[in-house]
């Protein structure tokens, strides 16, 4: 009887990570979005896509609002592949 109450619950668990994932990617596609636009107005501006500053305060402001289980250092880790995907759409702007 335990054993079946624990699958029920891991499946539920795992229900619950499959909506997160969902709602995960549909605000990385948001984000990415406003990446486009920034990089369309970095170009209509002759602006350059790489800006050190704006990068560090994103990881520093992701990093403000941590409140775990992840620590800092993991935060940092997964804004700095989100940066850099953002980055990539922002010189794909700046193409065409």
């Not at 539920?12 to 920034?38: F, P």
């Not at 989100?82 to 759409?89: F, G, H, P, T």
Request: hydrophobic content about 40%; some cysteine.
């Amino acid at each position: 009887m335990a054993q079946e109450r624990a699958v029920t619950d891991i499946d539920d668990l795992r229900q619950r990570i499959d909506w997160i994932d969902e709602q995960l990617v549909r605000l990385l596609n948001a984000r990415a979005e406003c990446a486009l636009q920034v990089g369309q107005f970095k170009k209509a501006h002759g602006m350059d896509i790489f800006q050190p500053a704006r990068e560090r305060e994103v990881l520093g402001n992701v990093q403000r609002l941590n409140t775990g289980p992840l620590d800092d250092g993991a935060v940092k880790r997964l804004f700095e592949r989100v940066i850099d995907e953002a980055r990539r759409l922002e010189r794909l702007a700046d193409l065409e």
